[in-house]
Nanobody, 125 residues
Framework: QGPLVESEGGLVQAGGSLRLACTAS????????MGWFRQSPGKEREFVAG????????EYADSVKGRFTISRDNAKSTLYLHMNGLKPEDTALYYC??????????????????WGQGTRVTVSS
């Protein structure tokens, strides 16, 4: 098992809400950034949201701005993605990721060293 473990996703109706969690089992103190990515069948993995593990700083994909919120609980070594106003096009496998690179771009998947196992989110219309 890798250092990042994600909670179960789920099936939700359009307009509904869901919260994903990702817990770091070790090495969380060495992380610089953490992020959420997603991948739909036939598409490349895309950036959803990112957050500085220490200090301030978040970034969101345009497609989720105003609907999704990324947050963290350092004491619990846990990353969250709060998803509201879900749309069918949000259906995907969601992955959390952790980076140790200083000054790297949050939106670039190559920035990240560790990845969760992926959790499925399905939004029905």
């Amino acid at each position: 098992q890798g250092p990042l473990v994600e909670s179960e996703g789920g099936l939700v109706q359009a307009g509904g809400s869901l919260r994903l969690a990702c817990t770091a089992s070790r090495e969380a103190f060495t992380f610089v950034d953490m992020g959420w990515f997603r991948q739909s069948p036939g598409k490349e993995r895309e950036f959803v949201a990112g957050i500085k593990w220490v200090g301030d700083g978040t970034e969101y994909a345009d497609s989720v701005k105003g609907r999704f919120t990324i947050s963290r609980d350092n004491a619990k070594s846990t990353l969250y993605l709060h998803m509201n106003g879900l749309k069918p096009e949000d259906t995907a496998l969601y992955y959390c990721a952790a980076s140790k690179q200083l000054g790297a771009r949050m939106t670039n998947p190559l920035t990240y060293t560790y990845w969760g196992q992926g959790t499925r989110v399905t939004v029905s219309s």
